[in-house]
């Protein structure tokens, strides 16, 4: 592998080697997990390159192929598992640069892989449409990233997963086939992209499903108890007639974590936090007042975006609780959990009567299937690996699906501990030499010039 020789045949790509740099776009979130930092922190690529073009990214491709160096594709490097650092060196491919809208129609936007995810929402705004479906990392994340690296979040109350039918329509992925190509991809065939951590292609291009805008409004409402708090939020997030974005609960003992909150929230109070439409704001306040809630907190979520001193509630659900802790306390870690549809809140509560004060509970209301129920990042004051590891056990005896995030191979993350066979299909078809992210697909074996390794 010559790195060097890699650089050399790609003159008109934006390339950077200072060693500063390099590291720096080796890295993402990992941190979170004291596994994954114990094996990750260190790893660096040689280079880090930025096309501009897909006849870049096809041009990175070939010469990969060439010299058989590794690439990394990298968005916002916000994931949590170390998705966007290299394991094997090479090379960083930075999309950031492929960052336009390129049309909409019928409800589509096309968009190029690296557009931020908040610049994206607001060029859409001008043409009074939004993304349905993001991430709390919106300021920092990249559309590609969300879509190879993330599963869910804002607006998952109303549309699911990004792996339900109907959240990525298409897209475009350059190969690193025996003769790289440039492939368009249709319906559920563009899905072997998706959660694949880059290593099944470069995607240069997207399609994704927009919304008619709404000027959204971010609420707080304070409860007494957990219990009282979550029974709210199941109920709002069931409601067919109220328009909402996101439905959060925080447990009291978080609250102290957040900014702000705790000069709005009583004290010992847990939360239900919320994106709703301007015309349900006073109709939740009242539904929460019925529920011996009280209104603690709203300020419009887009003004919130725009103004650098203040912060979108978003921002403090989702697995920015963990960041928000962490902030103020580097000895916690997390979770990704998904309570069953079934007995959901008892569920919940079975869970935190037998953690007690070692687990922080927070619960994300999504649609699963047609159903509502919570995903939960609960927050782990970490002691010892053997310890997470029993609590992540403990959740799974007792029906809690758990997508380990102290791994950083597909298959290990997966709350199933494989990946779809249509996702090793792509792998073999188009990076047949391993060359795309290598080491984070761990059921796919490399081949050597065609032939098994
Ligand atoms: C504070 C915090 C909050 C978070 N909240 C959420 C959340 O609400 N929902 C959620 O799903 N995730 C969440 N995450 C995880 C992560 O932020 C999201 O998945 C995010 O969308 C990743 O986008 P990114 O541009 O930063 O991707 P990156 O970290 O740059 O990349 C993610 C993965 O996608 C691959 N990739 C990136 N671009 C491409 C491309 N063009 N082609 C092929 N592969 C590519 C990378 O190789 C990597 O494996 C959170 C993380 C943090 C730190």
Same mark, same amino acid.
């Given at each position: 592998?010559?790195?060097?020789?890699f650089? *050399?045949? +790609?003159?008109?790509?934006?390339?950077?080697?200072?060693?500063a740099?390099?590291? *720096?776009?080796? &890295?993402?979130?990992?941190?979170?997990?004291?596994?994954l930092?114990?094996?990750?922190?260190?790893?660096?690529?040689?280079?880090?390159?930025?096309? &501009?073009?897909?006849?870049?990214?096809?041009?990175?491709?070939?010469?990969?192929?060439?010299?058989?160096?590794?690439?990394?594709?990298?968005?916002?490097?916000?994931?949590?598992?170390?998705?966007?650092?290299?394991?094997?060196?090479?090379?960083?491919? =930075?999309?950031?640069?492929?960052?336009?809208?390129?049309?909409?129609?019928?409800?589509?936007?096309?968009?190029?892989?690296?557009?931020?995810?908040l610049?994206?929402?607001?060029? !859409? *705004?001008?043409?009074?449409?939004? /993304?349905?479906?993001?991430?709390?990392?919106?300021?920092?994340?990249?559309?590609?990233?969300?879509?190879?690296?993330?599963?869910?979040?804002?607006g998952?109350?109303? %549309?699911?997963?990004?792996?339900?039918?109907?959240?990525?329509?298409?897209?475009?992925?350059?190969?690193?086939?025996?003769?790289?190509?440039? $492939? @368009?991809? *249709?319906?559920?065939?563009?899905?072997?992209?998706?959660?694949?951590?880059?290593?099944?292609?470069?995607?240069? @291009?997207?399609?994704?499903?927009?919304?008619?805008? /709404?000027?959204?409004?971010?609420?707080?409402?304070?409860?007494?108890?957990?219990?009282?708090?979550?029974?709210?939020?199941r !109920?709002?997030? +069931?409601?067919?007639?109220?328009?909402?974005?996101?439905?959060?609960?925080?447990?009291?003992?978080?609250?102290?974590?957040?900014?702000?909150?705790? =000069?709005?929230?009583?004290p010992?109070?847990?939360?239900?936090?919320?994106?709703?439409?301007?015309?349900?704001?006073?109709?939740?306040? @009242? +539904?929460?007042?019925?529920?011996?809630?009280?209104?603690?907190?709203?300020?419009?979520?887009?003004?919130?975006?725009?103004?650098?001193t203040?912060?979108?509630?978003?921002?403090?659900? %989702?697995?920015?609780?963990?960041?928000?802790?962490?902030?103020?306390?580097?000895?916690?870690?997390? !979770?990704?959990?998904?309570?069953?549809?079934?007995?959901? +809140?008892?569920?919940?509560?079975?869970?935190?009567? !037998?953690?007690? =004060? $070692?687990?922080?509970?927070?619960? @994300?209301?999504?649609?699963?299937?047609?159903?509502?129920?919570?995903?939960?990042?609960?927050?782990?004051?970490?002691?010892?690996?053997?310890?997470?590891?029993?609590?992540?056990?403990?959740?799974?005896?007792?029906?809690?699906?758990?997508?380990?995030?102290?791994?950083?191979?597909?298959?290990?993350?997966?709350?199933?501990?494989?990946?779809?066979?249509?996702?090793?299909?792509?792998?073999?078809?188009n990076?047949?030499?391993?060359?795309?992210?290598?080491?984070?697909?761990?059921?796919?074996?490399?081949?050597?010039?065609?032939?098994?390794?």
């Open positions: 592998m010559s790195v060097e020789a650089l *050399r045949d +790609l003159p008109q790509v934006t390339a950077q080697t200072e060693p740099i390099v590291k *720096r776009k080796s &890295r993402d979130f990992y941190w979170y997990s004291p596994a930092k114990a094996r990750l922190h260190g790893l660096a690529a040689q280079a880090v390159v930025m096309p &501009r073009t897909t006849a870049d990214v096809l041009a990175i491709a070939h010469a990969a192929r060439r010299h058989g160096v590794a690439l990394t594709v990298r968005g916002g490097g916000t994931g949590n598992y170390g998705q966007a650092v290299p394991l094997e060196q090479g090379v960083i491919v =930075d999309m950031t640069d492929m960052n336009h809208l390129l049309k909409v129609e019928n409800g589509v936007a096309r968009v190029q892989a690296g557009a931020n995810m610049a994206l929402d607001r060029e !859409l *705004r001008q043409q009074g449409l939004e /993304i349905r479906m993001f991430p709390s990392t919106k300021r920092t994340a990249s559309v590609g990233g969300f879509y190879c690296g993330g599963s869910g979040g804002i998952s109350i109303r %549309w699911g997963g990004l792996n339900n039918p109907g959240n990525l329509l298409g897209g475009q992925l350059v190969t690193l086939a025996e003769q790289p190509v440039v $492939e @368009e991809l *249709r319906g559920q065939d563009a899905f072997c992209l998706l959660h694949a951590y880059g290593t099944t292609g470069i995607v240069t @291009e997207l399609d994704i499903p927009v919304e008619p805008a /709404i000027d959204w409004q971010d609420m707080v409402l304070g409860f007494a108890d957990f219990a009282a708090a979550a029974a709210f939020g !109920l709002l997030a +069931l409601q067919p007639g109220i328009d909402r974005k996101l439905v959060s609960v925080v447990e009291a003992g978080l609250v102290p974590y957040f900014p702000h909150m705790p =000069d709005v929230v009583p010992g109070h847990a939360i239900v936090i919320a994106m709703v439409a301007p015309a349900a704001v006073t109709v939740v306040e @009242e +539904l929460a007042r019925l529920h011996n809630g009280s209104p603690c907190y709203r300020a419009a979520t887009h003004e919130a975006e725009d103004n650098p203040q912060m979108p509630l978003y921002e403090l659900t %989702w697995n920015h609780t963990t960041l928000q802790v962490l902030k103020k306390d580097k000895s916690f870690t997390y !979770l990704q959990c998904l309570h069953p549809v079934h007995e959901t +809140l008892a569920s919940v509560a079975t869970m935190a009567g !037998l953690l007690g =004060d $070692e687990v922080m509970f927070h619960l @994300e209301f999504m649609n699963i299937g047609g159903q509502i129920t919570c995903s939960g990042l609960p927050v782990i004051r970490f002691t010892t690996q053997e310890r997470l590891d029993e609590i992540i056990a403990l959740f799974r005896a007792h029906g809690v699906n758990v997508a380990n995030p102290h791994v950083y191979t597909l298959e290990e993350g997966s709350p199933h501990q494989k990946i779809p066979p249509a996702l090793l299909e792509a792998k073999k078809r990076d047949p030499l391993g060359l795309l992210n290598p080491g984070k697909m761990r059921s796919f074996v490399p081949t050597r010039h065609g032939v098994q390794a």
